[in-house]
């Protein structure tokens, strides 16, 4: 008996210093990680003169969650503009609640705050100023900006970071002796449904990069877009070994990077901060620099 007893005492010591090393690492170590990632994709219902696009992705960047502060948003502006992208899109979810009332989000207008941030926006917002691309710097909002003041995030977005925040509308830009347009949709969970008045107005439906905070809106979205760019998951924050990062709030088929359902074409960012819990294990913060081509034709690429 006192044997299995020592047998079973070492199990759980081992174990408990198991777990102290993975929390110690998921928590102070990983998230101060950052990378860049690149991928090249070829997308339909694309210009080949536009081949070679580069388009950086910045989601859910949580500011004020664990090593997420002004500082480090002001170092991934940095890290972006190094890219030499040519467009640059925000993924929606820039705050990180300290208080979360669900009570009060019910009852509190449309236009003020419904939720408690542990870095106000004014600061947030100042920390996204300096982003440059080519052709624009665009953004959307997400699920936790909407909870706590959308029209508050929309103004300082455009006023102080002087980004362009597009709310299911499409900006159109001459690049490359074609037009480069860029959908922004609303987060899925506001309405549960995709607008799509402004997509079904183009009359010609070619070189559209949709950009949104939800992946799982690539669902309900109609067909005839290149490629649409969401965040959301955070990758699942936990990647764990052989069972892989586990969806909680989004379709599994959407976690990090491409996915292609019924011929439309999405890429997902796993992000910069965290959210509900502070660590990140074997998904390390990161933006992306997507390179978009023509798949059909080989076409000159952009000077």
């Known amino acids: 008996m006192k044997k299995w007893l020592k047998r079973i005492g070492l199990l759980i010591g081992v174990l408990a210093v198991l777990l102290g090393l993975f929390l110690s690492y998921s928590y102070f170590i990983e998230p101060r990680q950052f990378v860049v990632v690149n991928d090249a994709i070829a997308v339909p219902h694309w210009d080949g003169r536009l081949n070679g696009l580069r388009v950086v992705t910045i989601a859910d960047i949580h500011t004020g969650s664990n090593f997420a502060p002004p500082e480090r948003i002001r170092f991934v502006v940095e890290q972006a ?4 992208p040519d467009v640059i899109v925000l993924l929606g979810d820039y705050v ?6 669900r009570e009060r989000m019910r009852i509190a207008p449309d236009g003020t705050d419904r939720t408690e941030l542990k870095v106000p926006f004014e600061a947030v917002a100042e920390s996204l100023k300096g982003l440059r691309a080519k052709y624009g710097v665009y953004a959307v909002i997400g699920n936790h900006d909407w909870y706590h003041n959308e029209q508050k995030i929309h103004r300082m977005l455009e006023e102080i970071s002087g980004i362009n925040v597009l709310n299911n509308e499409i900006h159109e830009v001459e690049a490359n002796g074609t037009t480069l347009r ?9 309405n549960r449904e995709v607008p799509t008045e402004a997509f079904n107005a183009l009359a010609e439906k070619q070189n559209i990069i949709a950009i949104t905070h939800n992946p799982d809106s690539l669902l309900s979205a109609p067909e005839g877009f290149s490629i649409l760019f969401a965040g ?25 990077g491409l996915a292609v359902v019924d011929g439309k074409y999405v890429y997902v960012s796993s992000g910069v901060g965290t959210s509900v819990i502070p660590i990140r294990f074997r998904v390390p913060p990161e933006i992306n620099v997507v390179t978009l081509s023509s798949n059909t034709a080989t076409m000159p690429e952009i000077p």
């Open 81 to 84: 503009n190094a890219q030499n």
């Open 96 to 101: 990180s609640e300290s208080r979360f009332d």
């Open 182 to 190: 860029i959908w922004g949709i609303e987060d899925l969970w506001k």
């Open 232 to 256: 959301h998951t955070h990758g699942g924050q936990l990647n764990w070994p052989i069972f892989g990062p586990k969806a909680v709030f989004n379709d599994p088929r959407f976690m990090d």
